[in-house]
Every structure is written in C-alpha cells, then in structure tokens.
C-alpha cells in the first residue's frame, strides 16, 4: 500500500526554520515527483515546491524560492522540505504528495493522486 507520511511540523518562532520530511511506506519514493503543498485556514491548498521522480530538477513558487529547498535522500527513502525565516503566513498545513514516474514536476494540486495526512506548521512570537 502506497503511503506518504509528512512529519517534522511544530510550533517555531519568526525567522526561524524548520525541515519537513515526506517518508514513502512500503514502495521507492524515487519512482514519484513529490510536491510540497500547504493549506492555511479557510485558505485554498497551494503548492510551494516541488522534484522529480529520479531526476534532480526542484521547482518552487516563485514568491518562496528564496526560503525553501527542497531535497531527496533516495538511500532513507524520503523527500525534505527546508524552509528557512518563517514568518507568520508560512503557518498552516504542510502536505507531501506523490506523482507516479513523473520527471517533470508540477507544481499544482491536481497534478497529484496519492496524499499524505500533512504536518501543522505554527509561527509565533
């Protein structure tokens, strides 16, 4: 059974940084594009980065790529998400999710069919 597991969220204070993890259950995280999403409340999920099955090309948002990095550790079978001088609109849900055999990511929901249950991420003083 495919399953992708977020963890690594927790309550930081502004400015700090915090690394997210997307573990895969029970199959290669290599064979997948993995997306990072986060959804704030009574707010739309976005896509804040992205990288390729079995390829090295990262995508993110444009108005986070100077805080993010997004990295794969194919050997631990898992996919980190940086993200560096939180601030207070980076608080919400942290998701992971999977694109099978996709080495071109996308950075959009819908491009995406297997979800993990997200990690809440808190920023405050």
């Known amino acids: 059974q495919v399953q992708f597991v977020e963890s690594g969220g927790g309550s930081v204070q502004p400015g700090g940084s915090l690394r997210l993890t997307c573990s895969g259950s029970?199959?290669?995280?290599?064979?997948?594009?993995v997306g990072w999403f986060r959804q704030a409340p009574g707010k739309e999920r976005e896509a804040v980065a992205c990288?390729?099955?079995?390829?090295?090309?990262?995508f993110y948002v444009d108005p986070l790529k100077d805080r993010l990095v997004i990295s794969r550790d194919s050997a631990g079978n898992t996919v980190t998400l940086q993200i560096d001088n939180l601030k207070s609109e980076d608080a919400g849900v942290y998701y992971c999710?999977?694109?099978?055999?996709?080495?071109?990511?996308?950075?959009?929901?819908?491009?995406?069919?297997?979800w993990g249950q997200g990690t809440q991420v808190l920023v405050s003083p």
């Open positions: 990288i390729g099955s079995r390829d090295d090309r990262k």
């Open positions: 999710a999977g694109d099978l055999y996709t080495a071109r990511c996308m950075l959009g929901v819908r491009f995406y069919s297997e």
């Open positions: 029970g199959f290669a995280l290599d064979d997948y594009a």
